[in-house]
């Protein structure tokens, strides 16, 4: 009795191994549909960011295909076919190769550099092009790669806006400064460079602090940061941790004439805003952003809520805009070839979009977005706003309140 | 002392010649023949998807093979084993990224590194008699101790990664197609099992399984465990090494997590208890099982977030509810029966 | 500077106590059964879900929910141990270890399906700002946590040493077969002792909610700091537990404070390799 349970279970592991191997998952034929990839952390521990990712992505699919497809296509129509990298390179790299078995046009992912990195590697290596969604690793462009595209702005550009910027918006009373940030690729990165051209700001930095991103407690590096009495406190780092380190704050009463994130992919999420209400009013962030003084950008704001129920995070924003960037080259291409795509995105120039950036979407050798820009941001009176510099501004910069 | 005849032994090797020893069938070999000759085939007509699904199995059939005949065959259960993938995989990277140094060298230099690092380890845990889970839990510690040092240490590039440039040249270790991959990783696998299934009828080989059945009655019998315990966890981990270098040079890119995570740990004992731990095709046959699954529920399940590790996780507890010992031990479980039963 | 160390020294203390309130279930089940439980950092964010669904269905604090907690995570053990473990007690350690890594997957991975991975967390009133004594200053969620480590250690203990299920889990740990000849039922009180070191991960999990965002991978970074304190606390050993979770919050507080936070995990490890060499049957373990 035993060994014939046994023995079902071995015909029925055995049977699904004939079929993954002899292929039953993906089909090559001519399909109806424009097939465009998507890769990101659906499981692990950037589940929760990699989802946002990709509901934009569906958010402007979604829109395309009712505005009518691909008009030079005959009104094709897109779908967007989902991989998870479960936050791992190798599974990354071999979900790009199943996305591209089953016929997809572009490739867009990932929002782990890392990851990023070795699906952009296996993009190339098929001739497929790979439209970055969230990455800021500056090195991820230079190697080389002609089929690689990204619309953000990398570390570098982050951080020499959040330089210049906090160099311009720096009051007399404001001298000193401590760095905080998580210890992984993307905070290292901008860690090392904001070290780098400090001197720009006119602040003194009186430590650096960094931190692994899976801590489970933040509070000696709160002791720390308590001692020095800092006028600013520099941060970046994830949601998770950025909150861990909010929440220690907070519990001590300690409170800084200015809290500035760059990048800071807690402080620029709305649900920071709902975790701590009052407590985080006047922090600041440098980062990404949609242009809010754009009709567009409130309105995709609200269908985003409507059809998830939260609050739209500005890492989404990237992902949906890859998806009009995807959709203008094919509208050119007139082909879902990836060689014409490709040639069709190296002349790329999309004034109508939803970012905060002077300029069109245009991409360099390179394929880095020539315009990318990092802005200002704040919490007041429980939103998140633009105040800085003067051309997306919503609202006045509160200092040292 | 350790010259002993095998023949006073016998008590104690027979159950390990009966377990793991025993020449091939006719059967046997036509069946390893054709696999053989099917996977080495297999470019001419699979996509590179499936090319990449097929050196996936090989490499983790590899990388299996190499835990298993240190913990398979000799018993010392190692729970760190992408220490050693790391160091490999490191080693070669940063000597052709940053010193120019061609990687078939630098493969070369990983392997003697990951000996070192196992003499480092095994010296300070064998010599310190731990055991069982004792000796599992130090390796994981030991590779988590390598991935901090790795994250933190600029010489390694610290969290930034090891990027390395794409060439297309077989000379640096690259084969532009699927193919060269294919083919590398392949007599990698052949090779390592085709020693493996040598060196157990030596006696080296007795020694291992006798350590592994009975530690202090081999002791007894005067076999030097320490000896044989450093050469299995040596050797398994220079092997391991290639592993590493063979990632690195297939993905392109390494950082602390890919090499020194958990998860590659994993990665290493999952085949061989799927297949059978300690027998020569067990991690094979696990690896050729566990990987397509795990495919196949990211490719079935995409669109269910979450579901696909469900699944997965679900038939990895139940294959192990199932079949204890593993799809070979499963099978001489029912010869046995049929063989009873006539 | 004297401040700051005596403020690290508190709140070493206080995140020892959780991090001991973890490690005592693995140290608790290994040292009855044997089996390295690779699933209880997993279980640890199972014990914060439930506790997080109590405490937003019935709107009260995690500390009111506690008791529903504790009972549904000593089932949940129970009911693994039962179907999981016991039919593959007698085979290899490795086996099982595989075996409680792929349960870890389907928690973890059912957690995100039911609840996404949405971050989570639940506010205890009162409990936004901190003891404040002169300089130095007392985080109110871990000192309660603290408190009930205190209680539910000495629970443990009377438990195992006072009772007559205390006396056949220790007659099971140290001898199986004589047990069953005592007509224990060795498989049942295999079960009663993973659920109760379940129950533990759990307690810790519902402790720890007011003092971070829950999301489903939430618990893994508990997972091999209480692997260290319970070898080092000597596995099987409830104050040893103990005392080695306080040592390795203190420890892990004073190397983030002067060596950086990036370093610090390396102090821990390097102690726990140190114990494994020393004296691998740990603090309070007898001599081996």
């Known amino acids: 009795m035993k060994t014939w349970k046994k023995f079902a279970v071995l015909t029925m592991i055995g049977a699904l191994v004939t079929a993954s191997l002899t292929g039953c998952g993906g089909s090559d034929s001519e399909s109806d549909t424009i097939k465009v990839g998507s890769i990101h952390p659906l499981t692990g521990s950037y589940a929760y960011e990699g989802q946002q990712v990709v509901n934009a992505q569906q958010l402007a699919i979604d829109e395309i295909n009712a505005a009518g497809g691909i008009a030079s296509l005959g009104g094709k129509k897109l779908e967007l076919v989902v991989g998870d990298s479960q936050g791992n390179a190798d599974t990354g790299a071999s979900e790009t190769e199943r996305l591209i078995s089953e016929g997809v046009t572009a490739v867009t992912g990932t929002f782990q550099s890392g990851v990023t990195l070795t699906c952009m590697q296996k993009a190339e290596q098929n001739q497929i092009p790979f439209v970055v969604t969230v990455s800021a690793n500056v090195g991820l462009m230079e190697n080389g790669f002609e089929y690689a595209y990204r619309i953000q702005p990398n570390a570098s550009t982050f951080v020499e806006d959040f330089l210049q910027y906090m160099g311009e918006i720096r009051t007399d009373d404001l001298k000193t400064a401590v760095l905080i940030h998580e210890d992984s690729l993307t905070g290292t990165d901008t860690g090392d460079l904001v070290v780098e051209g400090f001197e720009q700001t006119g602040l003194e930095l009186l430590d650096r602090i960094t931190y692994s991103a899976s801590t489970t407690t933040l509070s000696t590096e709160v002791t720390k940061i308590a001692e020095l009495k800092p006028d600013v406190l520099i941060t970046n780092g994830y949601y998770a941790d950025t909150s861990l380190l909010v929440k220690e704050l907070n519990e001590r009463g300690i409170t800084f004439k200015l809290v500035c994130g760059v990048a800071n992919g807690g402080i620029s999420d709305p649900k920071f805003i709902e975790d701590f209400g009052d407590t985080v009013e006047n922090f600041m962030d440098l980062n990404y952003r949609f242009n809010p003084n754009n009709e567009k950008t409130s309105e995709l704001l609200a269908s985003y809520k409507e059809q998830y129920g939260e609050e739209m995070s500005v890492h989404a924003v990237w992902g949906y805009e890859s998806i009009y960037v995807l959709a203008d080259a094919l509208e050119r291409a007139a082909s879902t070839d990836p060689e014409a795509v490709k040639t069709a995105l190296d002349e790329t120039e999309i004034s109508d979009h939803v970012l905060a950036q002077n300029g069109p979407i245009t991409f360099d050798e390179k394929g880095e977005n020539v315009n990318a820009a990092g802005v200002f941001l704040q919490i007041q009176n429980g939103k998140h706003v633009v105040v800085y510099p003067k051309e997306f501004a919503e609202a006045e910069m509160i200092i040292g309140k | 002392m350790e010259k002993k005849n095998t023949g006073t032994l016998s008590p104690l090797l027979k159950r390990g010649i009966n377990t793991t020893s025993g020449g091939m069938s006719r059967l046997q070999i036509i069946i390893v023949l054709a696999v053989s000759i099917f996977v080495l085939l297999t470019p001419q007509f699979l996509s590179s998807y499936r090319l990449n699904l097929v050196i996936t199995i090989l490499t983790a059939a590899y990388f299996a093979q190499c835990w298993n005949l240190m913990s398979g065959f000799t018993g010392q259960f190692s729970f760190g084993h992408a220490a050693f993938y790391g160091v490999g995989a490191y080693m070669s990277s940063i000597l052709s990224v940053d010193y120019g140094v061609n990687p078939w060298i630098g493969m070369l230099a990983g392997m003697l590194a990951a000996g070192i690092v196992a003499a480092i380890i095994g010296y300070l845990s064998f010599h310190y008699n731990l055991r069982g889970d004792y000796f599992a839990l130090a390796t994981m510690a030991f590779c988590e101790i390598l991935r901090v040092i790795t994250k933190n240490t600029e010489f390694f590039h610290a969290s930034t990664g090891v990027t390395i440039s794409y060439s297309k040249d077989w000379k640096q270790m690259q084969f532009g197609g699927k193919e060269g991959y294919l083919y590398v990783a392949f007599i990698m696998l052949a090779a390592i099992t085709f020693g493996l299934y040598k060196i157990r009828k030596t006696k080296i080989g007795l020694y291992f399984v006798a350590i592994r059945e009975n530690e202090d009655a081999a002791k007894a019998l005067g076999i030097n465990a320490f000896r044989y315990k450093m050469t299995a966890l040596i050797a398994s981990a220079m092997l391991t090494a290639l592993a590493g270098t063979f990632y690195a040079q297939y993905y392109l890119y390494i950082d602390p997590t890919i090499c020194f995570g958990n998860s590659v740990s994993v990665s290493a004992i999952t085949p061989c208890i799927i297949g059978g731990t300690g027998t020569i095709f067990g991690p094979i046959i696990g690896a050729a099982i566990i990987e397509p699954i795990s495919e196949l529920t990211n490719a079935l399940l995409s669109q269910y977030v979450g579901l696909n590790m469900v699944v997965y996780g679900l038939i990895l507890v139940l294959a192990i509810l199932l079949m204890p010992n593993g799809v070979v031990g499963l099978f001489h479980k029912l010869r046995a029966k049929k063989q009873k039963g006539e | ?288």
């Open chain 3, 1 to 288: 500077m004297n401040a700051s160390i005596l403020q690290s020294l508190i709140d070493g203390m206080l995140m020892g106590g959780v991090y001991a309130l973890a490690a005592l279930g693995i140290s608790l089940i290994f040292g009855v059964m044997k089996i390295t439980n690779f699933a209880h950092g997993a279980l640890i964010t199972v014990g914060m879900y439930i506790t997080y669904e109590c405490c937003t269905l019935l709107g009260v604090t995690p500390y009111v929910a506690l008791p529903i907690t504790m009972v549904l995570m000593f089932l949940i053990g129970y009911i693994i141990q039962k179907i999981c473990l016991n039919p593959i007690m007698g085979a290899g350690g490795h086996n099982q270890l595989l075996l409680t890594q792929g349960i870890a997957i389907v928690l973890e991975n059912l957690i995100l399906v039911l609840f996404t991975a949405n971050y989570k967390s639940v506010t205890v009133p009162g409990f936004e700002t901190a003891i404040r004594l002169g300089s130095i200053t007392i985080n109110k969620p871990k000192l309660v946590a603290f408190l009930f480590v205190a209680v539910i250690s000495v629970g443990i203990y009377l438990v195992l040493n006072k009772t007559d299920l205390g006396k056949a889990i220790r007659a099971t740990s140290t001898q199986p077969d004589g047990a069953t000849l005592m007509g224990i039922v060795v498989s049942k009180i295999n079960c009663i002792a993973f659920g109760i070191g379940v129950m533990c991960a759990g307690i810790a999990g519902a402790l720890l909610i007011p003092t971070q965002n829950i999301s489903p991978t939430s618990g893994n970074a508990y997972s091999l700091k209480c692997f260290v304190i319970a070898v080092f606390g000597g596995l099987g050993n409830i104050w040893g537990a103990v005392i080695a979770g306080l040592i390795i919050g203190v420890v892990e507080a004073y190397s983030a404070l002067f060596l950086g936070g990036s370093w610090s995990e390396m102090v821990i490890y390097v102690i726990f390799i140190l114990t494994l060499i020393i004296k691998p049957t740990g603090l309070l373990g007898k001599k081996g």
